[in-house]
């Protein structure tokens, strides 16, 4: 809450009806412009210890950011867009076509289904979008081999997700290049594409194959993708 006078107070951010426990991260809080002289937290409850044993409070920081209207109106229409996310590591199938910022949740439609058609010898790719408003450490991506009608498979290192890393550019951060790391931490309320490179084999039997990519991290969270392959007769 904020007050002018130390009488009259304005409410700024209403937490009363979360159940989440805080985390690391912390969690950040956009409202209008508002004038303030005095600032004060209450503590109704501790989600872990119950209503009478209260909480603490680490650090509060705030800030006046000097932006538009319209900025500000933004900013707290991806706070609202975060705010709606469920819990833990979340994800869906992504457009090639589309470079996924790493601040907002995604807006892709709700589908965990990739398919592909390739040639024999020929290079395929999709892009998979991750995000979690919670955070999620030790995150990695792995692929299992692909298995035809008959038995036919497509190993699993033909296949290669790797994480796209987000470059420093114009002052803002921009998806960029495919990072190496076979892990890495996706901080709260962050967003992290996969880019996926499948090689198929110049001995592949022409056919449809099917297989999985499955996205894992510290904790248990997880999230998998249906891989779908058709390789021509060519």
Known sequence: EASTDGETWTTLVDRRSSDEPATAA?????????????????????????????????????????????????????AKAWDDQPEGLLGAVGSTAVRYGRDAAPTVPAARSVSLFAWRGERTNAQ?????????SQARVRAEPLVGGNGETIPADAIRPLFV????????????????????????????????????????????????IVAEGAGGASVSFDLELDVLPL
């Open 26 to 78: 912390g969690e950040t809080f956009f409202f209008p412009v508002t004038e303030a002289r005095f600032v004060r937290t209450t503590i109704t409850a501790n989600v872990h210890l119950g209503p009478v044993n209260g909480g603490h409070i680490v650090e509060i920081e705030g800030y006046h950011l000097n932006v538009s209207q319209e900025r500000m109106e933004q900013a707290l229409t991806m």
């Open 128 to 136: 998979l979008v991750l995000w979690t408003r919670s955070g999620v």
């Open 165 to 212: 890393r987000y470059v420093l550019g114009d002052g803002r951060l921009h998806p960029d290049i495919l990072d190496t790391a076979h892990r890495l931490d996706i901080p709260a309320r962050t967003t992290r594409p996969v880019w996926v490179t499948v090689d198929v084999p110049r001995s592949a039997a022409p056919g449809r194959y099917a297989g999985r």
